[in-house]
């Protein structure tokens, strides 16, 4: 059965439009599931300004569906799977703000430093939305936090949320390794378990000390000792607590 959502039967007249060509203002006509069109006065290829990429971003039939994808509409289905599971994360959460402002800060420094090191930025992201998962069963069956329980039962509660968006099977497995031992690094790391870990420590060094700023000097000691598992960790903790 083909998606109604691609089956031409069930379009509406606007689901053939036109749009701008971003370089030379011409016209170019757009049907709803043309990834892009080229303009036939520049010839500039562009992006169907209107694609909707909701299933896109998690189904495991997407690629039957709409075909190969160019790199920047896998780019953009890449960022709406992040952004799923960020709702996932927060409505698993539910009231629970201050785990979700946790997890959405762990999130942007884990970007900057992914980004800066090199990372997968889908596993790092993933990662970072989900690495504190499994506290709300912790607190609930053990009446803790501590970091042996939250690695021991965020793992099945990660790849539950993750199969059930269709994320393929060396990113969960990746991602539940990283949440399973998310405090306690091994002697060698991946540069994704490296980003995740600095982002959590600058995050719960910040949470540490939102009531009285840290001592400088002995602030300036710990970002310079292997505390940090990445330089652009130490850069980004710098700018954080030595402005």
Not at 145 to 166: F, H, M, T, V, W
Not at 214 to 224: F, G, Q, T, V
Request: proline share 5%.
């Amino acid at each position: 059965m083909k998606c109604p959502g691609q089956d031409s039967r069930f379009w509406k007249p606007d689901d053939i439009f036109q749009a701008k060509c971003p370089e030379c203002g011409a016209e170019v006509e757009f049907f709803k599931d043309d990834t892009a069109r080229l303009c036939k006065k520049c010839g500039l290829r562009f992006m169907n300004p209107k694609m909707d990429f909701g299933c896109a971003s998690y189904c495991k039939y997407a690629d039957q569906c709409l075909g190969d994808l160019s790199p920047e509409l896998l780019k953009e289905r890449e960022k709406l799977f992040k952004d799923r599971v960020a709702m996932e994360m927060k409505n698993y959460f539910g009231t629970d703000f201050r785990r979700i402002s946790h997890a959405d800060r762990v999130a942007r420094y884990a970007k900057e430093i992914g980004t800066g090191e090199g990372g997968n930025m889908a596993v790092v992201l993933t990662a970072a939305y989900l690495h504190d998962i499994g506290i709300k069963q912790a607190e609930a069956r053990f009446q803790s936090s501590a970091a042996r329980y939250q690695e021991e039962l965020g793992p099945p509660i990660a790849r539950d949320i993750l199969e059930k968006l269709g994320a393929s099977p060396d990113l969960i497995e990746e991602v539940c390794d990283i949440i399973g031992h998310h405090h306690h690094p091994r002697s060698t790391e991946t540069v994704n378990f490296r980003s995740l870990y600095d982002a959590d420590l600058i995050t719960n060094l910040q949470e540490k000390y939102q009531d009285s700023p840290p001592d400088e000097a002995r602030m300036e000691a710990l970002i310079a000792s292997d505390a940090f598992l990445t330089e652009s960790g130490r850069e980004l903790a710098r700018g954080v607590f030595l402005k």
